[in-house]
């Protein structure tokens, strides 16, 4: 049978494992008999009488049938939030237990053997969304706060949480359908034409409306480059420093260095804060002419990691001329994203900068060993990406892939309404477009859509969320 959205849903809402505190969440219209089945508190009272928004000490205790019965399984708050003033706007019931596989997984069990059902991923967000507190662009942004990979990027999507994306494109909504009753009434009354100035503020609201959508769109690039981040590879000739500089970046010992040349034998990744921007940054093995098949492989993986990259580091060393290897990679890598980046700077220069300018335009000299303009290089990737240091994520900045191809789809009926208008075309021909704009933006919100869809976006969720 499927699940029903009337159930009582229980899931652990902490990440399992040893830390401080371990949180099962209830949330339904039983979550208040359940955990009065499960908890006793120092004051003698029920969960049912308490009121709402309030944190209650006592301990739960096992109600399996058997010898154990009655038995303090551990120590908790519990903390009661009523409807509808509830994330879910249900009943919900949080108890605070102490972390640990066995004491939260306990707890959950015994609120599953009274009745509550396991949740399923994202059931209690999808609630919140189904029960009118939050519209479908803030539940996604849930999501986006969870996975936030930098400051920028948490910003974005508290934001979003917040609900200022969507008061953005309630407003464009709010133009849309203004224009829309103006063109029903004209095609219920055919006999009374559209006048000039009926017609120029038509006109005025659906440019406005074009703009603001345009605005959306063109941040969206930066928004979702901060979302998702950018893939960079550091490639070069052995030994010319690629693992010097993943730790310098890292500013901390992540890959081994050593003179000996090759020592890097396979790719190693990590997340990187840069300016705002993750960059998930790779330092690849140095080999151009493998030894042996483990060698062979870690070329392959070089070559796979490069071809993907958005962005590629393409280290030189400022102590010797160019060679072969530099040469046949400064070739295949002409269509790439490369910023040109010479170590050793500290050292005599034998490299022959002008002919790397002369294929990658601007260099950018450092000392990795020496920790010397690290921060010119993580300048010039960010300025690869935004022509600029990004300090502050615009308030409506729309970073979700699905909400950034609705508000093109959008745009696009708004610019062939404005061609009809001005083409004095229909008025139903003109209705229909900016009826598919407003789909579109409702798509986004949620004030229609699809089960299909729900499940596609809350299966990306945790459990307990």
């Known amino acids: 049978m499927k699940n029903s959205s009337i159930d009582?849903?229980?899931?652990?809402?902490?990440?399992?494992?040893?830390?401080?505190?371990?949180?099962?969440?209830?949330?339904g219209k039983d979550a208040l008999d359940i955990a009065g089945k499960i908890f006793k508190s120092k004051d003698g009272k029920k969960p049912l009488e308490y009121k709402t928004h309030t944190i209650h000490y006592g301990w739960v205790i096992n109600t399996s049938k058997g010898e154990k019965t009655g038995e303090i399984v551990d120590e908790a708050l519990l903390t009661v939030m009523r409807a509808p003033r509830s994330f879910t706007k249900e009943d919900i019931v949080e108890i605070n237990c102490h972390a640990g596989i066995v004491a939260t997984r306990r707890v959950l069990e015994l609120c599953l053997e009274n009745n509550a059902r396991l949740a399923e991923p994202?059931?209690?967000?999808?609630?919140?969304?189904?029960?009118?507190?939050?519209?479908?662009?803030?539940?996604?942004?849930?999501?986006?706060v969870i996975r936030a990979k930098t400051d920028l990027a948490l910003r974005i999507g508290a934001e979003q949480l917040k609900g200022s994306l969507s008061a953005g494109l309630n407003r464009i909504r709010a133009d849309l359908i203004e224009t829309l009753t103006?063109?029903?009434a004209n095609?219920?009354?055919?006999?009374?034409?559209?006048?000039?100035?009926?017609?120029?503020?038509?006109?005025?609201?659906?440019?406005?409306?074009?703009?603001?959508?345009?605005?959306?769109?063109?941040?969206?690039?930066?928004?979702?480059?901060?979302?998702?981040?950018?893939a960079a590879v550091i490639c070069g000739k052995p030994?010319?420093?690629?693992?010097?500089?993943?730790?310098?970046?890292?500013?901390?010992?992540?890959?081994?260095?050593?003179?000996?040349?090759?020592?890097?034998r396979d790719t190693i990744e990590e997340i990187i804060d840069i300016q705002g921007i993750p960059v998930r940054i790779v330092d690849t093995a140095g080999i151009l002419e493998p030894r042996d098949l483990v060698e062979r492989m870690a070329v392959s993986r070089s070559k796979s990691q490069i071809k993907n990259a958005d962005l590629v580091l393409l280290l030189f060393d400022n102590n010797k001329k160019l060679s072969k290897e530099d040469r046949f990679l400064m070739q295949?890598?002409?269509?790439?994203?490369?910023?040109a980046v010479v170590n050793k700077s500290d050292l005599a220069g034998r490299l022959d900068k002008g002919a790397v300018c002369r294929a990658f335009g601007p260099i950018?000299?450092?000392?990795?060993?020496?920790?010397?303009?690290?921060?010119?290089?993580?300048?010039?990737i960010s300025k690869i990406f935004f022509q600029g240091r990004v300090s502050t994520p615009e308030p409506l900045w729309m970073s979700n892939l699905r909400h950034i191809n609705k508000a093109v789809q959008a745009q696009k009926f708004i610019e062939s309404s404005l061609n009809s208008l001005d083409n004095s075309l229909s008025p139903e021909l003109i209705s229909e477009d900016i009826k598919e704009a407003l789909y579109c933006l409702d798509d986004i919100l949620g004030l229609?859509?699809?089960?299909?869809?729900?499940e596609k976006i809350f299966s990306e969720f945790c459990i307990g969320k």
């Open 332 to 339: 295949r890598l002409r269509r790439k994203t490369v910023i």
């Open 239 to 264: 030994n010319v420093g690629k693992s010097s500089l993943l730790n310098a970046l890292l500013r901390r010992e992540r890959s081994i260095v050593s003179p000996v040349a090759g020592t890097t």
């Open 122 to 144: 994202g059931e209690f967000t999808k609630r919140a969304f189904l029960n009118g507190r939050i519209d479908l662009a803030q539940a996604e942004a849930v999501l986006d």
């Open 8 to 27: 009582t849903i229980a899931a652990i809402s902490t990440s399992v494992g040893d830390s401080g505190i371990g949180i099962v969440r209830l949330s």
């Open 364 to 380: 950018v000299e450092i000392s990795a060993k020496k920790m010397k303009n690290i921060n010119l290089l993580e300048e010039a």
């Open 187 to 230: 095609i219920d009354f055919p006999e009374e034409d559209i006048s000039l100035v009926a017609g120029a503020s038509m006109k005025n609201k659906l440019i406005g409306a074009h703009k603001a959508l345009k605005e959306l769109i063109l941040g969206s690039k930066k928004a979702k480059i901060m979302r998702e981040g950018i």
């Open 448 to 454: 229609r859509f699809s089960e299909e869809l729900l």
């Open 182 to 184: 103006s063109l029903e």
